[in-house]
């Protein structure tokens, strides 16, 4: 689906837990997500640490949508 | 073995293009590639005793005409094996091939053609009649010829073919259960041995052909950018209401983030089949995340689009992916969103 949308010219940034999948199967713009099941965040965390940690990841995520790119790229959450 | 050949005009010698529309005719014996072909059935009590040539264009203008021909000709010549082709890349040849390879079928004949494997007759074909992969132009009509002899002799001889890799022909898409001759664990590493050595090897699963799609431009100018969350997650409002379905899916929804600077637990629920919703279902946040996008919102980045998109991303076949992604680029390019950030999971 990223794919498709960045082919009609949306830059997307996607947060996935399997990046090197994301990748392979054909996204630009790829976040690491934490984990399958909870990839914007860590429900093992406390509630402020993990909303934190949210922030930095899409904060990545949107270093990514305004980076010019060449080819399939990971963003890591700083 | 009696084969019967069938040519186009041009591999027939009768004219390029302006002979297009000449109709089926019969000649005694073979011609053009059919010698050939007919030399190396030779070694196998095999010949060409008759081919049958017409132009490109005769079976789609008097397609009745040339299907009742062709049929009575094979009922006249009474042939082991038909053998069509190799029409390379040639639609209309590949396509009247297909054909006679198909009348053949009917009258209980086995028969064979070759062409290139974008030829349009291979996607109507591949699965019912034994087509042998060629290059796209004729540079490769002696390995064609020798394929399709061999298999000639094969079929004709009412042998059943072996595996498509091991004879030559495209695959119909049949799995047949076999024993291999060592375990698949042991299978496997001696793949991973080759891999690892950098030599070549033949995967059991061969993986769908990825298109690779250019960047987008980037956003703009991030700090007015309209953004919009879309997410595989399958977040939906509490109860489903819209009965997304959990798996296989080929659909999506949107639903509004207006107002909302939270997802409050309870007012959704992930309904995907594919992982363990619980964290999702205690915390959208971790799935869908809301909370962070507001807080960023009007210093990192401009607004965040009301409208949140979601499907179920379990099974999805990749053509409804390709589909459902253009479906919501082209909302989301209506509503003057310039970025989209995409949960996955």
């Not at chain 1, 990841?57 to 790229?73: K, M, N």
């Not at chain 2, 699963?205 to 953004?227: M, N, S």
């Not at chain 2, 809301?290 to 499907?311: C, I, K, M, N």
Request: hydrophobic share 40%; aromatic share 4%.
């Amino acid at each position: 689906m990223s794919a498709e949308l960045e082919r009609r010219g949306l830059p997307t940034a996607m947060i996935s837990a399997l990046p090197p999948v994301a990748l392979e199967l054909g996204a630009n713009r790829v976040v690491r997500g934490v984990k399958i099941p909870h990839p914007c965040g860590d429900p093992t965390l406390d509630a402020a640490t993990d909303r934190l940690l949210r922030q930095r990841i899409v904060c990545a995520a949107l270093d990514g949508l305004s980076r010019s790119i060449s080819e399939p790229t990971m963003f890591e959450p700083g | 073995m009696r084969v019967v050949h069938y040519l186009n005009q041009f591999y027939g010698r009768l004219g390029g293009e302006e002979a297009a529309g000449t109709p089926l005719r019969m000649m005694d014996g073979a011609l053009g590639p059919g010698v050939r072909l007919n030399e190396l059935l030779a070694a196998s009590d095999a010949a060409v005793v008759a081919t049958l040539v017409c132009g490109d264009n005769f079976p789609s203008e008097q397609p009745e005409t040339f299907r009742s021909g062709v049929r009575q000709a094979f009922e006249a010549l009474h042939p082991d094996v038909v053998v069509a082709g190799p029409a390379f890349n040639a639609g209309r040849y590949g396509l009247a091939s297909a054909q006679v390879c198909e009348i053949a079928r009917q009258l209980g004949t086995p028969s064979v053609t070759a062409m290139h494997v974008e030829n349009p007759a291979v996607s109507l074909h591949r699965r019912d009649l034994v087509i042998v992969p060629t290059t796209a132009t004729a540079s490769g009509m002696q390995t064609a010829l020798s394929t399709l002899a061999r298999l000639a002799v094969h079929l004709a001889k009412r042998e059943p073919l072996g595996p498509p890799w091991v004879d030559g022909y495209l695959p119909h898409g049949f799995r047949r259960v076999e024993l291999r001759d060592a375990p698949a664990a042991e299978r496997a590493l001696n793949m991973l041995a080759a891999r690892l050595r950098g030599e070549s090897f033949q995967t059991e699963i061969p993986l769908p052909e990825i298109t690779r799609v250019e960047p987008a431009a980037p956003v703009a100018d991030l700090k007015t950018a309209r953004l919009a969350i879309v997410s595989t997650s399958a977040l939906v409002p509490h109860g489903n209401p819209d009965k997304l379905r959990q798996s296989y899916s080929t659909e999506w929804r949107q639903y509004s983030l207006d107002g909302l600077s939270a997802l409050e637990p309870g007012q959704w629920e992930s309904i995907h089949g594919g992982y363990d919703t619980s964290a999702a279902n205690t915390n959208p946040h971790l799935v869908v995340p809301l909370d962070a996008l507001r807080a960023l919102e009007g210093s990192a980045y401009g607004q965040l689009h009301p409208a949140y998109f979601v499907t179920a991303g379990v099974g999805t076949p990749v053509s409804a992916a390709q589909r459902m992604g253009g479906e919501i680029a082209a909302e989301l390019l209506k509503a003057g969103v310039q970025g989209v950030i995409l949960t996955a999971t």
